[in-house]
């Protein structure tokens, strides 16, 4: 028994739910590492290491500074994460039909391979405007300390373009 029919949508929605909380729960734990890491990309004089970057950070900031951009990842890899593993499923079936059984079969790797691009196509353009965001609140200081602060005045310095800059590099990633 199982707890629901294979390609339902009750099996989507489930998948979907695994993702938002596999990928926005982890990511979201790591933020202090990754913001560490963004400073060092942007700033490599002013933060040498992982650790001299977590002194600087807590000094200029405090503890709380450590957690700077975790609602843009915890919404963005929660989208991300739905996406992910929900239309890995849908293209997975999908194109195990398109092939029919035998050959879905005998071209599974290469048919879950498909469906997992096709789902990162799309979950990255999901994640891509709460990166953008993200990087700006961990990156650059004084530009804004929380996500409300950050979409709005990047919606109005650069419009709906702000938000999706990054989806390239994120497919090429």
């Known amino acids: 028994d199982y707890s629901c029919e294979y390609g339902s949508l ?3 929605a489930l998948c979907g739910v695994g993702g938002v ?4 729960l982890t990511h979201t734990a790591v933020v202090p590492l990754d913001l560490v ?3 060092m990309q942007v700033d490599p004089q002013k933060y040498k290491s992982i ?8 000094n200029e900031d405090g503890v709380r500074g450590l957690a700077k951009g975790w609602a843009p990842t915890f919404i963005g890899y929660s989208m991300q994460g739905l ?3 929900g ?3 849908v293209f997975k079936i999908l194109y195990g039909n398109m092939l029919g059984e035998e050959n879905a079969y ?3 790797t290469s048919l879950y391979l498909a469906a997992s691009a096709s789902a990162e196509f799309f979950a990255d353009i999901a994640l891509a405007p709460m990166e953008a965001a993200k990087v700006r609140i961990q990156t650059q200081p004084g530009y804004a300390n929380t ?10 310095e650069e419009g709906i373009w702000a938000f999706y800059k990054g989806v390239a590099p994120l497919w090429m990633r």
């Not at 909380?21 to 926005?24: D, K, M, P, Y």
């Open 37 to 39: 890491k963004c400073r």
């Open 83 to 85: 996406c992910k593993f």
């Open 10 to 12: 009750k099996f989507y």
């Open 106 to 108: 005998l071209w599974r």
């Open 51 to 58: 650790f001299n970057g977590f002194s600087v950070t807590l």
């Open 21 to 24: 909380l596999s990928c926005g």
């Open 147 to 156: 996500l409300r602060e950050a979409v709005p005045k990047m919606f109005g």
């Open 87 to 89: 239309f890995y499923e």
